[in-house]
């Protein structure tokens, strides 16, 4: 059975930092590209930052360019996501999913399973 279990959302002061880990499991995790999603009340799903764990390619949302950084640890089967300088508008529900297209960063349609989703919330 194919599980994503996200962790490390909360409450920050903008400026602040957060990581988010992906523990991955029921599958060739490194057979895969892996992402985070994220959604805000309101909006539309948005991929935030997507990378394919056998050869390190990434692909970043331009809003998060330069201050989210996605990295995987294949002995752990899991893909953080290192939030710096954050800001109120970066408040959401991030999600981890796999596979997907690190191009675009989306998702594979009908293919790809989800992380149950943990809140980052950025107070200004």
């Known amino acids: 059975e194919v599980q994503l279990v996200d962790s490390g959302g909360g409450l920050v002061q903008a400026g602040g930092s957060l990581r988010l880990s992906c523990a991955a499991s029921g599958f060739p995790f490194g057979d895969y590209a892996i992402g985070w999603f994220r959604q805000a009340p309101g909006k539309e799903r948005e991929g935030v930052s997507c990378?394919?764990?056998?050869?390190?390619?990434?692909y970043y949302a331009d809003s998060v360019k330069g201050r989210f950084t996605i990295s995987s640890d294949n002995a752990k089967a899991t893909v953080y996501l290192q939030m710096n300088s954050l800001k109120p508008e970066d408040t959401a529900v991030y999600y981890c999913a796999a596979p997907t297209w690190v191009e675009g960063c989306t998702i594979v349609a009908g293919d790809s399973y989800w992380g149950q989703g943990t809140q980052v919330t950025v107070s200004s």
């Open positions: 990378m394919s764990v056998s050869d390190g390619r990434t």
